[in-house]
């Protein structure tokens, strides 16, 4: 399941640095994650890195991307593998 971020950031910025997929970035008015590419860090940490890092506790489970713990694992591979292919291009 894909992570977001509420109405209750504070814009603190240190989630975005903190995310291996690249995932968060500035909304309107706050922080936002991109479903498509968060992991919740799978394949890269144990735990989501900005959940860890996140001094008001606004980054919850998104109940609107479920995904498997599997399904995340395919998401980061894919991701990987699209890395790797615009690397090669460069």
Do not use: W
Request: glycine share 4%; proline share 9%; net charge negative.
């Amino acid at each position: 399941m894909a992570l977001k971020i509420t109405d209750e950031c504070i814009n603190c910025d240190v989630c975005e640095p903190e995310c291996p997929n690249q995932a968060i970035s500035m909304g309107p008015d706050f922080y936002v994650i991109d479903p498509a590419r968060c992991t919740e860090c799978v394949g890269h940490f144990g735990e989501p890195q900005c959940v860890q890092v996140c001094p008001v506790e606004c980054i919850p489970k998104d109940a609107d991307h479920p995904e498997t713990q599997e399904q995340l694992m395919d998401k980061y591979l894919n991701l990987q593998a699209l890395a790797l292919v615009v690397t090669e291009k460069v």
